[in-house]
């Protein structure tokens, strides 16, 4: 391996690591906009961990956490920060519909946009934020589906969906209608944040709202039935930022306000 890939492996950690630990202003308001879907004691699944910063928001508020993970500087990373943590189990692996091995796209200098979705990396690059990432190595990674992690450790009561561009495929994986998770969206590939909201929706009668990348703050006034937030996902300007559309069967309505 030369030299610079190393240092641009160095460089995309530590932007990471910066990016997502630096702010501490927002760790209150993170705690707070979590404890509407999490409590103590309970079971969250964080699905794209990265370098756990979600992780430790749900560990604050008292919540077991699995955390999966498929790059390997990463998981690193989150075994150095929790490996001996009791209430979190990491699994180094990526999730998709189902059990097997996938091709991870690896960008060493913004690993924050490693992916599954070879497909998904046209769609992004006509928006001008992505144009100059490089997508520089691929490497096989083992794949697990939800209802095996399911199997495994329990349901969680939230499950957080951070994948780049392959969420539709984590959601394949599920076959029964989770209280409450969330997902990604970006409006220059909307069509895949729509397709999620169609398949939970044939999991469970659910209610949306969505939040603009790492605000924390509701985009919306209140609990959205799934045609108004498609609507509003297929609405979105194609330049506007990213963010998370968080899903809550309705029988859970009554804590997320």
Not at 52 to 65: D, K, L, M, P
Not at 121 to 133: L, M, N, W
Not at 170 to 175: A, E, T, W
Not at 240 to 248: H, L, T, W
Request: net charge neutral; aromatic share 10%.
């Amino acid at each position: 391996m030369s030299q610079r890939h190393l240092i641009g492996r160095a460089a995309g950690m530590a932007r990471s690591l910066v990016t997502y630990y630096g702010p501490i202003w927002r760790r209150r308001r993170m705690e707070a906009f979590y404890r509407q879907f999490v409590k103590a004691g309970e079971l969250a699944f964080d699905i794209g961990a990265h370098v756990g910063n979600r992780v430790r928001v749900f560990r604050r508020i008292g919540a077991r956490v699995i955390a999966v993970e498929p790059q390997p500087d990463f998981v690193a990373v989150m075994r150095l920060l929790y490996g001996r943590d009791p209430g979190v189990f990491l699994e180094a692996s990526g999730v998709a519909a189902e059990p097997g091995e996938g091709k991870l796209h690896l960008s060493t200098r913004t690993p924050t946009v490693s992916t599954f979705a070879d497909s998904w990396i046209d769609d992004v690059q006509i928006d001008s934020r992505f144009q100059r990432v490089r997508w520089d190595s691929v490497i096989s990674v083992p794949l697990v589906s939800l209802d095996e992690l399911i199997a495994r450790h329990g349901e969680p009561q939230f499950c957080k969906i951070d994948v780049e561009g392959f969420e539709y495929e984590v959601l394949r994986g599920l076959s029964r209608p989770l209280a409450a998770l969330s997902f990604e969206y970006i409006p220059v590939a909307v069509d895949r944040a729509i397709a999620c909201v169609d398949r939970i929706g044939a999991l469970g009668d659910y209610r949306y709202r969505h939040s603009r990348v790492e605000t924390h703050r509701w985009a919306d006034g209140d609990w959205l039935a799934p045609q108004t937030m498609i609507e509003i996902l297929g609405g979105l300007p194609a330049g506007d930022r990213s963010g998370d559309v968080y899903a809550v069967r309705t029988d859970r309505l009554t804590g997320a306000v």
